[in-house]
């Protein structure tokens, strides 16, 4: 067997053993298995080689299998060569920090059976730029996509429940967001620095907005409430400082003026009460 051959057979048989893992819900190891399956196949000739040309030729793309039920803990953590991958309709959930730091990371593709992304699953994940969202997601946990500064494309379904702790902290390319009525609770700094957000609509519906969700929001300019036309419905601000520091002139949009005095009324929407403005 030639060296490139040995290097072929030796990505093939990490791949297929990571495939395995994950199909059985089980983590991942990142390089800790390569050491001893180069020893059983060289008898330890060319070992240095070997290594680095298998850092240097990770497979690139990966299909996670049919009927896997979830993506365990750590699965592809800190895995710096995976690019894209294409997860199937029967994966429920993706778990806490199963793609952290995947800086090479570009496209994720998710099927309509997710329901629920734990904490730091995509944190760190630098050049991911969009990632589809499907209708059957019901929570976002803490840090989920934090630092992913390259996101910009993301849709919020209207399935979504629960969006974590910094969920989006410094996604710093997301210009707007619309934040669905399905959502209960907007957790303490969702959105945070994320410093490209101009536009923000707010749906009816949105129970409770946590403390910093929108601190250094630096660029917001806007954002819209005209979807609230029942004072009912004014979502709770757990705290003035949930729009700190952000655009000088950024104003709250209000669908008439009977929702003006009703914001302006409202507990901790009171100190924004001149921020106000009356959709055209």
């Known amino acids: 067997m030639t060296f490139s051959e040995r290097v072929s057979k030796m990505i093939e048989i990490i791949k297929n053993s990571r495939l395995a ?12 298995d390569i ?11 060319d070992t240095d080689n070997l290594k680095n040309m298998i850092a240097k030729s990770r497979f690139y793309s990966l299909t996670v299998p049919n009927g896997t039920s979830r993506v365990s803990s750590n699965a592809f953590y800190n895995d710096t060569m995976l690019q894209n991958i294409v997860i199937p309709n029967s994966v429920e959930s993706i778990g806490y920090s199963a793609f952290y730091q995947c800086t090479s990371l570009s496209s994720v593709s998710i099927g309509s ?17 969009s990632i589809n969202l499907p209708n059957t997601l019901t929570a976002i946990e803490q840090r ?8 910009s494309d993301l849709i919020l379904p209207n399935s979504l ?12 390319r997301i210009m ?28 009816s519906g949105v129970a409770t907005i946590g403390n910093y969700v ?16 029942d004072s009912a419905k004014i979502p709770s601000l757990s705290n003035i400082a949930a729009f700190s520091n952000n655009a000088s002139n950024r104003k709250f949009i209000v669908a008439n003026a009977e929702m003006l ?8 929407w009171s100190y924004y009460a001149n921020d106000f403005e009356v959709a055209q």
Request: hydrophobic share 40%.
């Open 21 to 32: 893992l994950i199909a059985k819900g089980e983590a991942v190891p990142y390089d800790d």
């Open 35 to 45: 050491p001893d399956v180069i020893e059983q196949m060289t008898g330890g000739a």
């Open 113 to 129: 059976g997710l329901t629920r992304i734990y904490g730091s699953a995509f944190s760190g994940c630098t050049i991911l730029h």
């Open 144 to 151: 989920a996509f934090a630092n992913c500064v390259w996101l």
């Open 161 to 172: 429940i629960e969006i974590g702790v910094s969920a989006f902290d410094y996604c710093i």
């Open 176 to 203: 707007s967001i619309t934040i669905p009525g399905s959502v209960n609770t907007l957790g303490y700094g969702a959105f945070s620095t994320c410093t490209g957000l101009t536009n923000v609509k707010i749906k």
């Open 214 to 229: 929108f601190d250094g929001c630096t660029s917001l300019t806007s954002v819209d409430l005209t979807d609230i036309t």
């Open 261 to 268: 005095a009703a914001f302006s009324a409202a507990t901790n």
